[in-house]
C-alpha cells in the first residue's frame, strides 16, 4: 500500500501528534500500535481469520476476541508475546504493551503465559530492512501478517509518476480456514485503516 495520498494516513498522523501523544502518555507513537489496532479491526471484520481449527473435534472455533501475538527479536533469538483483547484498547493502550513486553523479552522475564494463545500474529521483518518477504504460520493460529520496510518508490498519482513511501505486505493463511476473497477483504481493510485512520472511528 501506498500510505502518502490521503492527507491524513499514519504517516501524517504521527508526524502532526507524536510530541502531544509522547507528553499525555509519556510514551513513542510508533507505526506497530497501527497495524495492531488494524488487524484487531479486519479480524472482527473476517472471523475466519481469527479462527482455528480445534484439534480434538476437527470443527472451527471463531473467537470473538482478538489477541495479537508480536514477533520480537531479543539478543538470544525470536520471541513472540501476545496482547491481548486488543479490540479494546486504544494505540496508547497498544503502545505500553507492546514496550512493556520488550522490555520483558530483553530482560529474559517473559513466562510462558506471556507467549501462550494468541490467536493472530504480526511479524515486522521491516525493522530489518526487508522488501518483501512470507512468514510462516504460527499454528494453531490460521494466519501471520507480514510487514516489510517503508521504501520511496515511482507510483502514477493522478497520471503523473512521483516518488512517495511505499511498504509490502503480506499475508499467510490457512487454506482449510480462509479463502482469497476473505485474505483480500483483511488486507484492504488494514490498508483502508493505515491509509486513514478516522474508518477506525467510523467503524467502516
Known amino acids: 500500500f ?11 498522523m504521527r508526524k502532526l501528534h507524536k510530541d ?5 502518555h ?3 507513537l510508533g507505526f506497530m500500535s497501527a497495524f495492531v489496532k488494524a488487524s484487531a ?3 472482527m471484520d473476517q472471523p475466519s ?3 482455528v481449527i480445534d484439534d480434538t473435534t476437527k470443527e472451527i472455533v471463531y473467537r470473538d476476541y482478538v489477541d495479537i501475538s508480536v514477533a520480537v527479536a531479543t539478543p538470544k533469538g525470536l520471541v513472540v508475546p501476545v496482547i491481548r483483547n486488543v479490540e479494546t484498547m486504544n494505540f496508547a493502550d497498544i503502545e505500553k504493551t507492546i514496550n512493556g513486553l520488550g522490555e520483558k523479552a530483553r530482560n529474559n522475564s517473559l513466562a510462558v503465559e506471556d507467549m501462550d494463545g494468541g490467536t ?3 511479524s515486522n521483518g ?6 518483501f518477504g512470507t512468514p510462516i504460520i504460527n499454528p494453531p493460529q490460521s494466519a501471520i501478517l507480514g510487514m516489510h520496510g517503508i521504501f520511496d518508490r515511482p507510483v502514477a498519482i493522478g497520471g503523473k509518476v512521483e516518488i512517495r513511501p511505499m511498504m509490502y505486505v503480506a499475508l499467510t ?11 483480500v477483504t483483511f488486507l484492504r481493510k488494514i490498508k483502508s485503516v493505515v491509509e486513514d485512520p478516522r474508518v477506525l472511528l467510523l467503524d467502516m
Open 2 to 12: 501506498s500510505p502518502v495520498p490521503h492527507p491524513l494516513n499514519i504517516q501524517e
Open 20 to 24: 502531544a501523544f509522547l507528553k499525555r
Open 26 to 28: 509519556n510514551i513513542k
Open 41 to 43: 479491526h479486519a479480524l
Open 49 to 51: 481469520v481469527n479462527g
Open 120 to 122: 493472530f500474529t504480526i
Open 126 to 131: 521491516g525493522v530489518f530492512g526487508s522488501m
Open 173 to 183: 493463511y490457512d487454506h482449510r480456514l480462509v479463502d482469497g476473497r476473505e485474505a
